[in-house]
């Protein structure tokens, strides 16, 4: 592949990705952006889940290639008669990282207003609250309203509307660690995106369904319907994973490396996956010069949840980005990782033939063969 090439067109997406709003259930944003950038007819479900199909040399078998288009955001719980706006989130926040962050509140007539995060100011905190982590209950949203009525009436912002991270993209000193909001999961829709695409060039014995899929940070919802419409016999599910380089993780447990490779999940609480389909992902790795990292994780949840338990169970295995300080207004990710991550799609399924993907579940076969365990 000319990388080079990859690369420039996959920094613009990231950037592109990244920054458009898509809040869980209001992924609108984010599903225009994989219209656009498919080639080709796409259909959506009753969930919002989006999906775009390529036809290789044959119609089966059929691959799940999947990201959410979701990103970590809030909605409005309500508005109190001071003008302050109360939260709940949707996804998983921790609120030492939200005080004095910047937000928009999407309203329902296309405006984003911009507010800021406040809490009871440390001067007025006892020694006993400095020590807690403050509740987000006890937090609330500053849009500069000096009462209720002008939230509501003036500004639009009514219960419901989504809330998302105010970040601008920006990239560190070094060009290829890009930092955002949202990487967690706009890298993977960047990847399946750009997968999607280099197939479109290159033969592959198989059909490969593309499903961009809602409300994965609220419990891996649209996963949960996504699967009926594609019905795979596989499934790559694509995902920015939390980096672990850092002080305070073991050294020893260290799986997910920022600049070190794309992460092959084996597992996490929430799905074994199949293991001849993760050691042919090793193998096309190794045999392609992929840089990658294997990974058992004691916390976390993908899309692979509900995806490897549709019908009568769905191989399934887990690509991921390492990017550090996901769930947070800004994220890092290496473009590095990404491309590793590209290839390893594209060239994992290029080898997932009929007869490849029959043997992921030949549990039959297992009888001859004998042995142990
Ligand atoms: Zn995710």
Redesign the pocket.
Known sequence: MEMEKHKRDAAALLEKLAIAHGAPGFEKKVREIFRQSVRGQVSTDGMGNIFHCKKGEKDSPRIMLTA?MDEVGFAVQSITKSGLVKFIPLGGWWSHTLLAQRVRILTGDGREILGVIGSKPVHFLSDAEREKVIKLEDMFIDVGAVNGEEVEKELGIQLGDPIVPESPFATLANPDLLMCKGF??RVGMALLIQTMNLLSAKTHPNTVHGVATVQ?EVGVRGATTAGHSVDPHVAIVL??APADDLPGMPEEECQARVGKGVQIRLMDPSAIMNRPLVDKAVLVARKKGISFQKAVRRTGA?DAKAIHLHGKGVPTVVLGVPARYIHTHNSVIHLEDYLSGLRLAVELIGELDHETVKGFTDFEGEREAGGTP
């Open positions: 959410h967690d999961n994965e995902e920015g993908t």
